[in-house]
């Protein structure tokens, strides 16, 4: 094997050692990094490692000197660890806006930021691929949208439309639109790009995984205050928080009377910025700003008398046309 002597590429080698097969339980020492460079081709004597890992070390590499369980040297931090790689794993795994092969290729590459020893704890990550979008151009669908936003300009799409068709088939329905981009957002176990569609004045959420063939085109992106109430920046994290399940509907202030045996759950769902007002031992009132929809109708119903609207009264009957097309329903 040719033998390459660069001190460059002995420093980043030597990283590399450190990291993958080093932690506190397994230190190694000069002479064994000097094996391990010899393996990849760079030679080094043992006296200059120690200079090497002092040059790292005062570069900034938490790599510790210790006698316990053996003489020798580890890398005591990295850029991930353990509990932060299953937590991102984890994610990786969860999210359905990912495909098979794509989540697989980034579980490999977090698991290759530990050691050899850290990344058999890893190799229990499991996922069902029935549960993962078959769309392989997300990250390529992604990374459009962000120009896009950035330049402000619209984009062209496919969207996917599942439709159900004579007996049992499913089929997909594909629209091409022109959406002027303002933000993206993972909700309810999706993707979201929130947007605007020129033909209609409001804002609309379309799911990235059902998004094929996007292109930036040279039209300018309509300005989000023509469609929203914001003017200078589109605060998405303010807009998400009012919606429920990406439902798109008009901004209210509603007043709920409410169990005290949900507490948690309401704070869980609307966060604490909410108004609260305790009414009895057994009761209090929520006031907070929302999204109006038949998904926020969904959700009061899910509770039956643990919540009764206040107001706005067309919510109300929202609530009390949801229940009467029900109750029709099973008395028919």
């Known amino acids: 094997m040719a033998i390459r002597t660069g001190q460059k590429l002995k420093l980043?080698?030597?990283?590399?050692?450190?990291?993958?097969?080093?932690?506190?339980?397994?230190?190694?020492?000069?002479?064994e990094i000097c094996d391990r460079l010899y393996e990849l081709g760079v030679s080094a004597e043992r006296k200059s490692i120690y200079d090497d890992i002092e040059q790292l070390t005062f570069y900034g590499y938490d790599i510790i000197k210790t006698r316990t369980p053996r003489s020798g040297f580890f890398m005591a931090s990295r850029q991930f660890e353990l509990p932060e790689i299953f937590l991102l794993c984890d994610a990786v795994k969860a999210a359905k806006f990912i495909s098979a092969k794509k989540s697989r290729e980034l579980i490999k590459k977090l698991e290759n930021m530990l050691s050899v020893y850290d990344t058999e704890f890893t190799g229990n990550v499991y996922f069902d691929s029935a549960d993962k979008t078959k769309n392989?151009?997300?990250?390529?669908?992604?990374?459009?949208?962000n120009r896009a936003i950035k330049e402000k300009k619209k984009i062209h799409c496919k969207y996917i439309i599942r439709e159900l068709k004579s007996g049992k088939d499913i089929a997909d329905r594909v629209?091409?639109?022109?959406?002027?981009?303002?933000?993206?957002t993972w909700q309810d176990d999706h993707y979201y790009l929130i947007g605007n569609y020129d033909k209609y004045d409001n804002l609309i959420h379309l799911r990235i995984d059902r998004m094929k063939s996007v292109e930036i085109t040279d039209i300018p992106s309509r300005h989000f205050s023509e469609v929203c109430d914001y003017t200078d920046n589109f605060n998405v994290a303010d807009y998400v928080k009012?919606?429920?399940?990406?439902y798109g509907g008009t901004a209210d202030e509603i007043e709920l009377k409410c169990s005290k045996s949900i507490l948690e759950y309401l704070i869980d769902k609307f966060s604490e910025n909410v108004s609260i007002?305790?009414?009895?031992?057994?009761?209090?009132?929520?006031?907070?700003?929302a999204i109006v929809s038949e998904a926020l109708v969904t959700f009061i119903m899910n509770y039956?008398?643990?919540?009764?609207?206040?107001?706005?009264?067309?919510?109300?009957?929202?609530?009390?046309?949801?229940?009467?097309?029900?109750?029709?329903?099973?008395?028919?």
């Open 12 to 31: 980043l080698y030597i990283v590399d050692i450190l990291n993958k097969y080093t932690d506190e339980e397994h230190p190694i020492n000069a002479s």
């Open 175 to 184: 629209k091409e639109r022109n959406i002027s981009p303002y933000a993206l």
């Open 277 to 289: 007002t305790n009414v009895n031992d057994d009761t209090f009132n929520l006031t907070v700003t």
């Open 136 to 145: 392989e151009e997300l990250f390529y669908t992604i990374d459009k949208i």
């Open 304 to 332: 039956g008398n643990k919540i009764e609207v206040i107001k706005p009264d067309y919510l109300k009957d929202m609530i009390i046309k949801r229940a009467d097309e029900i109750l029709n329903m099973y008395n028919s």
């Open 242 to 246: 009012k919606l429920f399940g990406m």
